[in-house]
């Protein structure tokens, strides 16, 4: 039986016999019948023959296969490719809570400049999470202090003038925290987020340097002012070169008791990359945080997604759990608040999206990091992917005798996403699954949406790219990313999932188990402190608190769990 609605078939009216013989119409009528009487009958039957085929036509055109239907409605609120095309895009989803995700999103924007904004929610499942109220009314004060105090008010301009003196007198009216452009593009993301909670705890303002892309990758995320730091900031053309020994870094000045409590200095430097000291550290310190928040201007340099910490500090932990009552929902809630692909990256998502993904029944994601030194595709990372997703039920193992092989009426169809800088981990599962059939008769696609052979930090579109196969990992039903990966980390908290993770391998040998289930989709600080900051001793970190863990991937790491 064929199953497809719309396969041309053959008509059922021959106009020849014995395949090849032309019949001649004329020679089966009679001569004497071709009376007056005879053309009326044959009037009658035409207008009979135009009315049938005018009500076959409208048949077809309202008629639907069940099962096409079933796909249709499926994914219809998925097909919202460009607002140009789709006028009422607006009134496709009538619930404005699920638009703007519970709260979380302000309205008010304009939706064509920045199209990702509320069409994302179309594109994955509705999240469990919700937002806390007063995470809401939390932003939407936020919003508020960005707007009376963000670039060109009058209040931004009286702090500027700040910046010429060595210590201020009194407290300004506003007070900021600069996020200067630093690493790749997921470090970026999750240090943003990071800082930008840390603006939300000590009542900042965040402004963001746009290094080489940020301001072609992301549109801004809060109403009526912009979140960039303008071109003619003063300290702009400093931002590369600091550095622990920089003269005005916290760490150096704690190290060399360069710091007057009686005074308030005009700016800090915040230096919170990995490769910071112990003084550096003292950052997560409470009585450290009483006198760096005197300080009108933070510039601050990380590479770290420092959430974890910040839990830990006891002046942030109380306003941390009435923000944050799911704990592990930090960076899903903030990532989806403030990261909105601008138009051109979000075509990359759609576009890829509607052509690959869209019409499978489950979505595969499979996000491969390597950090061995070489030329891939290694061998024992592919044996890796392959135990853990065939272990896991994530997908089905090949059948080689294939004669055997299982035949389903309707076979499941999952679209695999995977995301590499080599392409041949995807061509090696796209071979596997084209040579033989699967044991459970389901239907293996695997897609690859770029392979750039090498992480090029620097480049835009490479970061287009990126942040589009960010996105795309995101929309998917299960994922997998590797460990110490921070564009996993990314993925899994857009999403709202908890990955497999795989273990990061030793000697070129794929680790036995090859993955395992993360506790929580909060990404994993990888260079939290080890400090008591009243005993001022060592301390494990990750033992103080039943809410912050040691890391699947990385032992030493810290997560929210």
């Given amino acids: 039986m064929d199953h497809n609605p719309y396969r041309r078939r053959s008509s059922p009216i021959r106009t020849t016999t014995g395949g090849s013989k032309s019949v001649n119409f004329s020679e089966l009528l009679p001569m004497k019948y071709l009376s007056s009487g005879t053309m009326k009958l044959t009037r009658t039957f035409t207008t009979c023959l135009i009315l049938f085929s005018v009500l076959v036509a409208f048949s077809m055109i309202f008629h639907q296969h069940p099962s096409h239907s079933n796909r249709i409605m499926g994914f219809a609120e998925a097909r919202v490719l460009d607002a140009g095309v789709f006028p009422n895009f607006t009134n496709i989803d009538s619930n404005d809570s699920d638009k703007l995700l ?170 919170l990359v990995h490769d910071y000291g112990d003084h550096d550290k003292m950052f997560f310190c409470e009585g450290d945080q009483n006198l760096i928040g005197k300080v009108p201007w933070l510039i601050v340099k990380t590479d770290n997604y420092f959430v974890p910490s910040l839990w830990l500090i006891p002046g942030f932990d109380d306003e941390l759990n009435k923000l944050f009552p799911q704990k592990a929902t930090v960076f899903h809630h903030l990532g989806r608040y403030l990261f909105h692909p601008t138009n051109q990256v979000w075509g990359l998502v759609t576009r890829y999206y509607e052509a690959y993904l869209s019409h499978a029944d489950e979505k595969i994601g499979i996000q491969v990091r390597v950090f061995d030194v070489g030329a891939g595709p290694f061998q024992h990372v592919m044996d890796q992917i392959s135990s853990c997703t065939q272990k896991e039920k ?138 008591d900051c009243k005993a001022k001793t060592g301390i494990d970190t990750g033992k103080l608190v039943p809410h912050v863990r040691h890391c699947e991937d990385m032992s030493w790491g810290l997560k929210l769990v």
């Avoid at 053309?237 to 360069?258: H, P």
């Avoid at 996403?417 to 293996?444: A, D």
């Avoid at 990061?504 to 090859?514: I, L, S, V, W």
């Fill in 394 to 531: 994530l997908l089905p193992e090949v059948d080689t005798l294939v004669e055997r092989s299982r035949q389903v009426r309707t076979p499941k169809h999952k679209a695999v996403l995977v995301t590499s800088l080599s392409s041949g981990y995807s061509e090696n599962l796209k071979s596997m699954y084209w040579e033989y059939p699967t044991i459970t008769g389901e239907i293996i696609g695997v897609h690859q949406p770029s392979q750039e052979g090498y992480q090029q930090t620097e480049k835009k579109m490479h970061n287009g790219k990126a942040l589009a196969e960010m996105y795309l990992l995101s929309m998917t039903d299960n994922l997998v990313t590797s460990a110490w990966s921070t564009f996993g980390y990314v993925a899994q908290g857009l999403g709202g999932l908890k990955p497999w993770i795989l273990y990061k391998p030793e000697n070129r040998t794929a680790p036995d188990p090859a993955c395992g289930r993360a506790m929580s989709m909060e990404p994993c600080f990888h260079a939290p402190p080890f400090y």
């Fill in 102 to 271: 519970g709260g979380l999103l302000a309205s008010g924007f304009n939706e064509e400049s920045c199209l990702s904004r509320y069409q994302a929610v179309l594109y994955r499942r509705p999240s469990p999470y919700k937002p806390s109220p007063y995470l809401v009314s939390k932003l939407r004060n936020y919003e508020m202090l960005h707007k009376q105090c963000g670039p060109g008010t009058e209040s931004y301009k009286k702090a500027l003038k700040q910046l010429d003196q060595e210590h201020i007198d009194g407290d300004g009216e506003c007070k900021y925290v600069v996020w200067v452009s630093f690493s790749g593009l997921g470090n970026r993301i999750l240090s943003l987020a990071s800082v930008f909670l840390y603006a939300l705890l000590t009542d900042r303002v965040l402004l963001v340097d746009r290094g080489k892309d940020m301001d072609d990758l992301f549109c801004d995320p809060f109403p009526g002012m912009s979140w960039l730091l303008p071109l003619d900031f003063p300290m702009t053309d400093q931002f590369d070169g600091l550095n622990q020994e920089s003269s005005r870094c916290y760490g150096y000045m704690v190290k060399n008791q360069a710091i007057d409590s009686e005074k308030t200095l005009s700016h800090l430097y915040l230096h």
